[in-house]
């Protein structure tokens, strides 16, 4: 009953839009079982440049859900 | 007089917004005499995932003010 | 052909509006060949208060540029 | 025959005992083929507190087992 | 309603048993209203060598709780 | 279209002959669709020493690839 | 008896003078019981550049003192 | 007097009980002159796993003995 | 005399051979006076991956050279 | 207006006196538009020893400046 | 029997050639008693530039070995 | 010839004076060989507080000889 445990897989979610849209992304596409319950830990923030502007945000996130 | 000290103070903000908002509660809540000037610094940003989607933004940061 | 070289260099970009645009001013500011195509890694967000207020967001970037 | 290598995934194990009963239930929850002979790391230590008292312990390990 | 945020504090709970009895000294020493529900994060373990033994086990930890 | 999302996994390699070899290793072995395009980022490096010689590198790397 | 906690504050000590002084300025105008014994960790050290001149030492210090 | 040293050597205890007792054999175990009063600071916690279960407990610890 | 700095930069090498190979392409495309003598650290290590091989090897290295 | 950005560099100040003074020696080595008001953040503290004795002190500071 | 300690120690190996044969150079140079089984873990790898080239490879690594 | 090996060993150096003084007593009191040329690398500064003020100054190095 209180033997829980949690798995955490680690995706980059890629945004045109700002990083909370890419975060959003990456929590979107995970798959496997982690569309449930759970958390997000922000690990990394990079994005592109290109012609110098930013043209693309990128998260790297923790994504952590239930094991049944 | 060029004798100063700031206090430095770790508090989580959490919104359902977004994480510049998350940041803004954690300096609006904190209390004892730090709701004059300073400065934040984030030290880690989390989130809640429900049914899939981030449902809540989650900021720690570590908030200055002066020590008087 | 096969052999290039990047240059980064770290720039704190600062806005009153969030730490998207704190970012993206790091980049616009940036000179020195370094307009051209790349990417960003966010190192640090720190910012401003006054009187309570978050009043400037503060971003700090390593900006990756190709080295001709 | 010399080369090997070795998946590494990340679980939270939760207990109300103590942290080594937080690591073992991380470990046995482990499906997909990490129920083998490996090896684990400590990556953080938490727990939750109720009414001022430690309720549950938790332990994120990364746990390695041997790909086939 | 959704706005919450918690106050951490690092407190070093020392015991002559264990770890896990370092950590709930830690916690149960607490004061100033972090006596409620909340959660903790070990940040050091440390502990005193006396004639070649360990005679004291040394937890700091990190509590947060809900600042009201 | 803009919106992509790599997932990283975390592999151990392990060779006779040299780092670079691990690492290769490493990426041969992952399975699961991690086969295509993508990248690698090192983790880690270690090693056996047998008689007072090195006699197996090991690198752990975080290998990304598309989720499609 | 054996049972002991103490408490770490987070303080940012300036002087024009040096490191040192910085460091005694962040220990001195630390207040609410933690004059008595104890100990300080140096947690960072920056300062301020005035035409070109180094014009203050600012040293952040975890200061811990005894909870009663 | 008042000039004191320190030196600090870092051992792996193993132990099938528990992370306690692999830290209690690290301090054990030392030789040259470390078996006297000091202290010690948990570097690393890993452990082996054979047939899914954790067979072994390895804590490194940086132990820290006074230079006569 | 005895007075002398170093100015570090960071470059990120590329390599299609191997590690050592993306060391030494940074060091020889950096410009500006850091051709003469100093020393190199490295910060990072990545590679692409192709058609799930290795295809490039990148080292990212602070390159010091001595300030005039 | 609002719209600053501030580019870090990187320098290592050599000095036979103290820390503060190879700081000091790094912030006055330092060119390219560097000499104006800023700050400076220590990243490392090293030095030399020569017949068992310290004879140079080495500290590596990340120097800023304003970008016109 | 099952209580078991490793004692490491921290060696700069440096080398001509490549970043393998400076770590081979470390584990071969440590004496008392580490050359026998173990295993190695990099900690920093550095190198020297000379004439804009790079003239020596330098790998600082713990080498783990048996106490008996 | 070209292969050189240097040992680091970890010490805390302790001063009544300053942090300049607590390292030259570290590297003063570092005895089995490493009394010859070498290099110190600061690896933490720490100090106690009696009575409310700094009463020793504690610096804990990373002191590197040369392995013959």
């Known amino acids: 009953m209180s033997e829980k445990a949690y ?3 680690r995706v980059v979610g890629c ?3 700002n990083m909370e849209k890419a975060i959003e992304i990456a929590v979107a596409k995970t798959t496997d ?3 449930g319950n759970g ?3 922000v ?3 990079r994005g592109a440049i290109t012609d110098g502007k930013v043209t ?3 998260a790297t ?3 952590a859900a239930k094991v049944d």
Do not use: P, R, T, Y
């Open 39 to 41: 958390w997000f830990e």
């Open 33 to 35: 079982g982690h569309h």
């Open 56 to 58: 693309e945000w990128q």
């Open 7 to 9: 798995k955490k897989i």
């Open 61 to 63: 996130v923790d994504i």
């Open 43 to 45: 690990v990394e923030m």
């Open 15 to 17: 945004s045109v839009q």
